[in-house]
């Protein structure tokens, strides 16, 4: 997940929510076309402030993802 606003037009990243960021409120991003943003355990990876993702946006995001890389 990114909060970066050049990822408002990018079509694989997919809005879930905001947080608040050093006082501003930002938008949180999903990359759907990194699927290593997927598996942060692995990448011991810090937890985000949303701390989980909703159900709706996870199930866009692997719909994306699939579109991408044909899994299902």
Request: positive net charge; contains cysteine; charged residues 20%.
């Amino acid at each position: 997940m990114t909060t970066a606003p050049y990822n408002a037009d990018n079509p694989f990243a997919l809005p879930v929510g905001e947080i608040r960021k050093n006082g501003i409120q930002k938008v949180s991003y999903v990359l759907c076309h990194q699927p290593k943003s997927f598996d942060w355990r692995v990448r011991n990876a810090g937890r985000h402030p949303l701390k989980k993702m909703p159900d709706e946006f996870f199930d866009q995001a692997c719909t994306i993802l699939n579109q991408i890389l044909t899994l299902a």
